[in-house]
């Protein structure tokens, strides 16, 4: 002779079972996302956001709307971007975890940070 189902167990499994697809969906949607374009606007003589945190494989656009010239230099030289006049722009892909101090070689000053997850 078997045990009835109570009602309220019965709505457990129902629940838990209904979040297994959910979880799923979640951890395959992370580990298959699209990179992301971030952008870092210069002007008043300053990286905004100055500090940033992104995923691997995320691309950051340096767009200069000052009208002094200025680029981006990593502290430890892992990248730099050339001089951008006024309305120019570059655009770096970071594709493995790391943090990267980046200083504007032209006004040392003007600070920044990428954080890649």
Do not use: W
């Not at 109570?6 to 457990?12: I, P, S």
């Not at 100055?50 to 709307?65: H, S």
């Not at 040392?108 to 940070?113: E, K, V």
């Amino acid at each position: 002779m078997s045990n009835p189902i109570t009602r309220r167990r019965a709505l457990r499994i129902m629940a838990s079972s209904a979040a297994v697809p959910l979880l799923a969906t979640t951890a395959y949607a992370a580990a298959h996302a699209q990179p992301t374009t971030h952008t870092v606007t210069i002007q008043n003589m300053a990286f905004n956001p100055a500090n940033l945190t992104i995923k691997a494989g995320d691309t950051v656009v340096f767009r200069n709307e000052d009208r002094a010239p200025h680029d981006a230099t990593a502290d430890n030289g892992a990248f730099k971007t050339a001089r951008l006049a006024t309305g120019q722009s570059a655009q770096l892909t970071f594709p493995g975890a790391a943090t990267y101090s980046y200083i504007c070689s032209i006004h040392p000053r003007m600070t920044g940070s990428i954080t890649v997850t």
